[in-house]
């Protein structure tokens, strides 16, 4: 099969990061998989791995792109349970998306959600040990002031 040569995207051609319109996608973390088999009678082997993605409220699904500021989707359940606010990047031709910055819900109301070290003072967005002290860093989930 032949690929229409004006929907290919080529190296070089491609958007600068500056250029990708920024958005919010409200929803939850889903097992692509295992929601393809719910909407669509798709069948899965029992032991299927689960790939990540993204259902909005409005039933649409994407694929998270895993990087280091999104790893936390993809290792920390506590996260994937919440309703969430994604920032960040469709990009063009795809519907893989690029997570810059995230938000909880909860109560209707919306949260900070990051990681934070109670010895270094430090707030991120990746799980995993202090990037300062090593030390273990603890989910936190902040109602605005």
Known sequence: MAADKSEIVKPGKAKSKTELQEVDLRGKIVCLPEAMHAVYGIDLPTNHGHIWGFKTKDGTFYTLLRTKLSETLFVDEQVR???????????????????????????????????????????????????????PVKLVEKRPE
């Open 81 to 135: 349970k919440k309703e969430l606010i994604l920032k960040g990047h469709v990009l063009p031709k795809t519907q893989i998306f690029e997570m810059t910055d995230m938000k909880s819900v909860r109560n209707g109301v919306v949260c900070d959600l990051y990681y934070y070290c109670d010895i270094c003072a430090i707030k991120t967005l990746s799980p995993g040990p202090c990037m300062c002290c090593q030390g």
